[in-house]
């Protein structure tokens, strides 16, 4: 199982790039499961799944964290033997068999941090990844910065795709990202530089990114992205193939090539 976590800066395309990919993969046979960790939930809607479906846990009532292993004293790591049942009301079936997870959001003005749930996030991939081999990929799509990688969520992942516009304040954040993502140890670190609409700005955006060329990866500007985005499809059933959705099969293919 290979966990991949997307990053960037606000708007640059992070839902976009990953709920494309996922139904790509899971239309190829891979067992995909996406952990939407960004408090603005865009991930469902991206899915074609409406927010008022999902169950996030954000609002558990159902002691996951205790079972998790976050439980304290007494409570460590008891339960775990119904831990799956108790996943069950959180997981959301999209189109071509892709899983979602919802961590939530902040319920109301004052209602404090999200420490609490990014970590129950991260004792969930952690419990994921040491049980049974059920899923292929665990895509999580993160809120905009890079402060999942303060809270080490990231750590012991296989890629972290930092999605960056080839813009000077985008590709700052991204070069952040990257280091931040290097120092948690994980495997790989690519970049995917997106709404790229001139060669030029391609190229300003590799030199200033200083990486291997197989560490950057281009998704160009295409305006069938925003036209899918209206109608609330996916760029994928918006038929007639585009030229971003050619460009994310290209991160697919690079993906399946090394992992
Ligand atoms: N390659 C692209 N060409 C044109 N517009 C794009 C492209 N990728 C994403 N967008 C648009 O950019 C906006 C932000 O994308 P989104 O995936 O929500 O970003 P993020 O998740 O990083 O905040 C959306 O309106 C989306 O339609
Ligand atoms: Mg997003």
Not at 69 to 85: I, M, Q, R, S
Not at 174 to 187: E, S
Not at 209 to 235: C, H, T
Request: negative net charge.
């Amino acid at each position: 199982m290979k966990r991949i976590i997307f990053t960037g800066k606000g708007g640059v395309g992070k839902t976009t790039i990953l709920s494309n990919l996922a139904r790509l993969l899971a239309r190829d046979g891979y067992r995909v499961l996406v952990i939407d960790c960004d408090p603005s939930m865009n991930l469902a809607m991206s899915l074609g799944i409406p927010i008022s479906e999902v169950v996030s846990l954000a609002g558990d009532k159902s002691h996951l964290q205790e079972k998790l292993g976050g439980g304290v004293g007494e409570h460590a790591n008891h339960g775990l033997e119904d831990t799956d049942d108790s996943l069950e009301e959180f997981i959301v079936q999209a189109c071509d068999g892709v899983k979602l997870i919802v961590m939530g959001t902040i319920p109301f003005g004052g209602a404090g941090c999200l420490c609490a749930p990014i970590s129950l996030v991260k004792l969930l991939v952690n419990y994921l990844a040491s049980g049974p081999d059920e899923n292929d990929f665990i895509f999580v799509d993160s809120q905009a910065g890079v402060e999942i990688f303060g809270r080490g969520l990231a750590s012991e992942f296989d890629i972290s795709f930092v999605i960056t516009e080839p813009t000077p304040k985008s590709l700052e954040v991204a070069k952040h990202g990257l280091r931040l993502a290097k120092d948690l140890g994980v495997k790989r670190q690519i970049a995917i530089v997106n709404k790229v609409e001139l060669e030029e700005d391609l190229s300003c955006a590799v030199q200033e990114l200083n990486l291997f060329a197989d560490q950057i990866l281009s998704v160009g500007y295409d305006r069938s992205v925003i036209e899918a985005d209206k109608k609330g499809a996916l760029l994928l059933d918006n038929v007639p193939w585009t030229s971003a959705l050619s460009d994310i099969l290209r991160i697919k293919k690079c993906m399946l090539g090394d992992v």
